[in-house]
C-alpha cells in the first residue's frame, strides 16, 4: 500500500510540477514502477489540462512535445531537419540534470530482424551522440533498439516504412 | 552436407525399375498441403497399412500421423494402400506390393488393453526380400498415440535412409494475436502446441539449450530487448542479459554453459559470451560495423555471425577462442543481403537468407565448395534453422501477409506449410534430438 502512495505521489507531482523534478529512486532500469507512474500519470493528465503551468515535456506549443526523429532508408544520419529537435532535448538534459531518457532506435519491416534491431541501435546511438555533442551527460541517456518490432504505421508501402524508420525519445517515467 | 537421398543398401536395388512400374501403373495422388519438386525419382516407394483395430482410435489415428511426417521429408513415396488390409507377415502377399511399385510396407495392430492404454505393434518390411527390416512395439495411453507414431516414423526412417529421425523433436516459434505475443513450443510437425510465455509486448530470437530443456530469447517486457533463459519445466526464467542498451540474438554454445549474445553496452552491436547463468562477460567480436546473428560450430570452435563491416550485410566465420590471432573470415560473396546464418548440425555448411532483388529467400552454402543453393522461391522468408539430422529446414514466410512456418528439404525440393493456428507465426527454431531419459 504505501508503494502504491508512493507512485502516486510521484505521479501527481510529474504531472503538476512545471519543472519536471524527476522522482528519485526510480532509475532508468526500474521499469515496472516508472511504466506504473506513466500509467497514473496518463489518466491524471485530462483533470490537469487546465492546468497554468504546463510540463514543457508534454506542452503541445513545446518543441519538447516532439519525440521522433525519422530517417532515409538505410541510413542513420540525423537530418538537418532534426537537428533543432534535437538540440532542444539536449538543452533541456543540461538544465534537468536529474532527467533520463530513452532513446528507442526502429526500422522497417524488411530484413531479418535481429538485423534490424542491430540498424535500430546505430540509428538511437547517433542521435545519443548528437544529444551529447549539445552538451547532454552521456549517463542521462540509453540508447536501445526496438527494431521492426514495433512499427508506427501498419502499411506495407514506402510511406509507412518511412514513418517506422525512427528513434522515439521516451522520458524516464513515460 | 546435402547428400541426395541414399537408399538403404538394406533396399533392394531394383527399387529405382519398381518405382518405374508404379507411375506407369497407378495415377499419382496429390497430397494436401504438400509441393513436390523434381522428378522423385530418388524418393523410397513405401505403403503405410492402417493398423487393425486403428478405426477404433477414431481422430487419434496413428498411420495418418506416420505418413505425413515421412512425406514431408520428400525422401518418401506414399504408395496406394487400397484394397490390401495385411496386419501381420503371413497375410502379405509380396507380388501385390510389388505390383504397386512399393520397396517397404509397414504393417501393424493397435489393440486397446486394460487401463484404457493401447498395444501398438508395426513391422517394416522389405517387399524384394520379403524380409523385417525393423519393427517397433509400445504400450501408450491415448494421449501418448502422437508421439507414438512419431516414433513409429523415426523407426521407419532410420531403417529407409540409415539417417536418424527427427519426427519426435520440437520447434519453438513466436505466435502474434492481436497486441499478444506469445512463445509456444510444439511438435515438429506443429501439432500439441504450448505456450512458454506470453506478453503485450514482442518476443524475438527463441534458441534452444543443446539438452531441450531451456529456451533462451529475447523479450521487450521492460521497454528495450533483454535476453532471458527459461527452464521449461519449470517456466523459471532468469534475464541473462540485461546490460545498459540492447541485448539481443542468444545462441547456446554446444556444452550448453555459455551464450553468445548481442550487447551495444560498449558500443555498437558487438558479439560477447556469457555463462548461461549470465555471469563471466567476455567480448568475442571487436569491430566497427556491426556483428550479430551469432550460430556455434556444433564443435564449438567457430562462430558464424552477419556483419556489415564490409559495407553490406554479409555473413563471417572467426574462431571463438584463440585470443590476437581472432580473424574473421567473410564467407558470402553473392549478393549484397546475407543474413541469419546457421551452421548445419554436421558443421559442413550453414543456412542462411539471401536477398535477391525484392525477394528473402533460404539458401544454404557448402563451406568446403563455396556453393550456394537456393532452397525457396518465396518472397519474404526469415529466420531458417536445421532440423536437427540437417535433412530440413525449418523458416518463417508469409502468405497473403500472415506469416506461418514452411520446411523444405536441404535438397530444396520438397516444401510444406506446417499446421497453423490463426494468428502471425514468425521466428521459428527447431529443437534437439530428445535424448532418452
Known sequence: ?174 | MLPTPSRSHKLSGSAAVLFFLWLVCSPVQAALNIEIFGGGANQIPVAIVPLAGEERLGAQSLTPVISADLQRTGLFKLVDTGGLRPHEPVEVSYPDWINRGASALAIGTAIPVSGGQISIRVRLLDVARQAELGSYVETVPPEQLRAAAHRIADMIYEKLTGDVGVFSTRIAYVIKQGKKYSLQVADADGFNAQPVIEYTEPIISPAWSPDGTRLAYVSFENKKPVVYVQTLATRTRKAVANFRGSNSAPAWSPDGKKLAVVLSVMGGSQIFLINSDGGGLQRLTQSSGIDTEPSFSPDGRYIIFTSDRGGSPQIYRMPVTGGASKVAERLTFEGSYNVSPRYSPDGKGFTFIHRSGDSFNVAIQDFATGQVRLLTDSKFDESPSFAPNGRMVLYATEIRRRGILSAVSSDGRTRQQLSTQAGDIREPAWGPLRRLQ
Open chain 1, 1 to 174: 500500500m504505501k508503494k502504491v502512495l508512493g507512485v502516486l505521489l510521484i505521479s501527481l507531482l510529474t504531472a503538476c510540477a512545471s519543472q519536471t523534478k524527476q522522482s528519485d529512486g526510480a532509475d532508468v532500469e526500474d521499469r515496472d514502477r516508472s511504466r506504473d507512474a506513466a500509467m497514473q500519470r496518463e489518466s491524471k493528465q485530462a483533470e490537469d489540462y487546465t492546468s497554468p503551468t504546463l510540463n514543457p515535456l508534454t506542452d503541445p506549443n513545446s518543441i519538447l512535445s516532439k519525440r521522433s526523429i525519422y530517417f532515409d532508408f538505410d541510413s542513420y544520419v540525423v537530418k538537418d531537419e532534426f537537428r533543432s529537435l534535437v538540440a532542444a532535448h539536449a538543452k533541456y538534459l543540461r538544465e534537468h540534470s536529474n532527467a533520463r531518457v530513452l532513446l528507442q532506435g526502429h526500422t522497417d519491416e524488411r530484413g531479418s530482424r535481429e538485423y534490424n534491431l542491430a540498424l535500430g541501435q546505430r540509428r538511437a546511438d547517433a542521435v545519443k551522440y548528437a544529444m551529447t555533442l549539445s552538451g547532454a551527460q552521456e549517463g542521462q541517456i540509453e540508447a536501445v533498439s526496438l527494431g521492426e518490432e514495433k512499427p508506427n504505421a501498419m502499411g506495407h508501402d514506402e510511406a509507412a516504412w518511412a514513418e517506422n524508420r525512427r528513434v522515439d525519445i521516451r522520458y524516464q517515467g513515460e
